[in-house]
T-cell receptor, first 110, second 111 residues
Framework: KAGVTQTPRYLIKTRGQQVTLSCSPI?????VSWYQQTPGQGLQFLFE???????NKGNFPGRFSGRQFSNSRSEMNVSTLELGDSALYLC?????????FGPGTRLLVL | QKEVEQNSGPLSVPEGAIASLNCTYS??????FFWYRQYSGKSPELIMS????GDKEDGRFTAQLNKASQYVSLLIRDSQPSDSATYLC???????????FGGGTRVLVKP
């Protein structure tokens, strides 16, 4: 099976802009979770979608949002970007409890 | 207190030796536990999952879980230079998939 794919892989934005990241899960996986990884805070959970519904949410401001489509593909959006949003954004898909990560999208906010 | 704690390392081990990594967690309701390996610049790669008390072996890796002590460990036998990476302990307590990660332990295997 193909693994989790994420697009784009790299992104440069400026403060105040918004960004949309995309994730395609492993075929048959209905759960998609998003994480942010920074050197200072490590890996932090953003949210999880299952069958197009948000099932879990982390402690991030409302500028961070997501959605899931009927084919299980997911997008996350960050509005009004801040310098501190520079990070590696990871998507993980799972069929039961085990999560498999995609390659990530590296976002740099200038 | 962090929810999942790991020694940041680096843990330096000679090639062929056993590397021992530890992780403690605070949520007694946690149900499933995972070890991921992350090479620099790459995404986490699943090594082991463990759900019940005791040991679980997979090749050169052994995970140990003690829920009473809220403790998870990972042993890497016959360590190889290719094992040099950051090892992340992750805990899932909620319904659904919401992993809480430790800060990771950097392992250096020296030839």
């Amino acid at each position: 099976k193909a693994g989790v794919t994420q697009t784009p892989r790299y992104l440069i934005k400026t403060r105040g802009q918004q960004v949309t990241l995309s994730c395609s899960p492993i075929s048959g996986h209905r759960s998609v979770s998003w994480y942010q990884q920074t050197p200072g805070q490590g890996l932090q959970f953003l949210f999880e979608y299952f069958s197009e519904t948000q099932r879990n949410k982390g402690n991030f401001p409302g500028r961070f949002s997501g959605r899931q489509f009927s084919n299980s593909r997911s997008e996350m959006n960050v509005s009004t970007l801040e310098l501190g949003d520079s990070a590696l954004y990871l998507c993980a898909s799972s069929t039961q409890e085990t999560q498999y990560f995609g390659p990530g999208t590296r976002l740099l906010v200038l | 207190q962090k929810e999942v704690e790991q020694n940041s390392g680096p843990l330096s081990v000679p090639e062929g030796a056993i590397a021992s990594l530890n992780c403690t967690y605070s949520d007694r309701g946690s149900q499933s536990f995972f070890w991921y390996r992350q090479y620099s610049g790459k995404s986490p790669e699943l090594i082991m999952s463990i759900y019940s008390n005791g040991d679980k072996e997979d090749g050169r890796f052994t995970a140990q879980l003690n829920k009473a002590s809220q403790y998870v460990s990972l042993l890497i036998r016959d360590s190889q230079p290719s094992d040099s990476a950051t090892y992340l302990c992750a805990v899932n307590g909620a319904a659904g998939n919401k992993l809480t990660f430790g800060g990771g332990t950097r392992v250096l295997v020296k030839p």
